[in-house]
Nanobody, 126 residues
Framework: QVQLVESGGGSVQPGGSLRLSCAAS????????MAWFRQTPGKEREFVSA????????YYADSMKGRFAISRDNVKNTVYLQINSLEPEDTAIYYC???????????????????WGRGTQVTVSS
């Protein structure tokens, strides 16, 4: 079982950047595919990006391509999400998630992930 703790959120002006981190503990980090989701009030959790065990493969929601970059450090047991050119529409709680099983057809579904952090708030406003 793995525990996940997100950090790095905050308030930023439009056009700014943030790097979110998710620190894992409790199990071998490299056993897990990692992902980021985000959620706003009244909406379902939305897939942002995923990265496979060694970091060789990354996946993004179509609307996230170009401004978002996921990476991982299996020595530091941490996955990152770099967000550039932030827009007010990026305001959300960002969650880190982990799964030991990866499906090319289902990785965008929140139900595919077994472990979740508590989230970190990102607010983009002027």
């Amino acid at each position: 079982q793995v525990q996940l703790v997100e950090s790095g959120g905050g308030s930023v002006q439009p056009g700014g950047s943030l790097r979110l981190s998710c620190a894992a503990s409790g199990d071998t980090f490299s056993r897990y595919v990692m992902a980021w989701f985000r959620q706003t009030p009244g909406k379902e959790r939305e897939f942002v990006s995923a990265i496979t065990w060694s970091g060789d493969n990354t996946y993004y929601a179509d609307s996230m391509k170009g401004r978002f970059a996921i990476s991982r450090d299996n020595v530091k047991n941490t996955v990152y999400l770099q967000i550039n050119s932030l827009e007010p529409e990026d305001t959300a709680i960002y969650y880190c998630a982990a799964t030991g099983v990866f499906s090319l057809t289902r990785y965008v579904r929140s139900s595919e992930y077994d472990y979740w952090g508590r989230g970190t708030q990102v607010t983009v406003s002027s």
